[in-house]
């Protein structure tokens, strides 16, 4: 499940990662250190600025707001 997850978020960035390996995009868009805040309504990421953030930022990913069910 986890490499299709991958597989989809390269097609969504572009830039080369379509075809690129679930390691290749965890090592060159993932593998961050940041900040991780849950609240009542929301979880918040926040990640470190990295050389190649701006193909995160081209792909939508900092507006991306993804409603969780409740149980």
Do not use: C, F
């Given at each position: 499940m986890a490499s299709?997850?991958?597989r989809l978020m390269g097609v969504r960035v572009g830039q080369g990662y379509e075809?690129?390996?679930a390691r290749t995009l965890y090592r060159d868009?993932?593998?961050?250190?940041g900040k991780v805040t849950i609240t009542q309504n929301e979880i918040l990421v926040q990640l470190r600025a990295r050389a190649k953030d701006n193909?995160?930022?081209a792909a939508g990913y900092p507006e991306?707001?993804?409603?969780?069910?409740l149980a």
């Amino acid at each position: 499940m986890a490499s299709v997850i991958y597989r989809l978020m390269g097609v969504r960035v572009g830039q080369g990662y379509e075809k690129a390996e679930a390691r290749t995009l965890y090592r060159d868009l993932m593998r961050h250190t940041g900040k991780v805040t849950i609240t009542q309504n929301e979880i918040l990421v926040q990640l470190r600025a990295r050389a190649k953030d701006n193909y995160l930022v081209a792909a939508g990913y900092p507006e991306l707001h993804q409603k969780i069910p409740l149980a």
